[in-house]
């Protein structure tokens, strides 16, 4: 898909240099999956977040309760220690034993439904659990950079 994009681009009122720059830009940190990155989601926006991955809906569920007992129940956001705790605990992605920490990623870097789910969340904000093809998450946003 990205190959079709760069056409749209060039064959705009851009004399080259900065359409293919900002694919050329895209290029690069899609990965493969960036392709979907001709509608502007290949851009510099990073977004920094932690994330608890499961198997299991049920296992999910428990953990999606836990943060609501704790803190979401009563409108209070899940500060970023605690939740990293939750992903200690119930997490079973390699990055569980960061308490989740995916670091600073671009669009375009993660699949799908959880780059959605990632750069809509506002900061500060945990999402409700969703579905991947790796399996059902919990995001918790912590930061947006361009």
């Not at 994009?5 to 694919?23: L, R, T, V």
């Not at 375009?108 to 969703?130: C, H, L, R």
């Amino acid at each position: 898909m990205g190959k079709d994009s760069k056409p749209k681009e060039s064959g705009g009122k851009g004399k080259g240099k900065q359409a293919a720059s900002g694919s050329d830009e895209n290029a690069s940190k899609g990965k493969g999956k960036g392709g979907k990155g001709g509608d502007g989601l290949g851009t510099c926006t990073y977004v920094k977040a932690r994330h608890i991955l499961c198997e299991k809906q049920g296992k999910i569920n428990e953990a999606y309760k836990k943060l609501q007992d704790g803190w979401l129940s009563n409108g209070d956001k899940v500060p970023p220690a605690e939740f990293a705790k939750v992903a200690q605990e119930y997490s079973e992605c390699p990055s569980g034993k960061k308490g989740g920490d995916l670091g600073w990623f671009p669009r375009g870097k993660m699949a799908g439904p959880f780059q959605d789910v990632a750069f809509s969340t506002p900061v500060g904000a945990t999402s409700a659990p969703f579905k991947s093809t790796h399996g059902y998450h919990i995001i918790l946003s912590e930061g947006r950079k361009n």
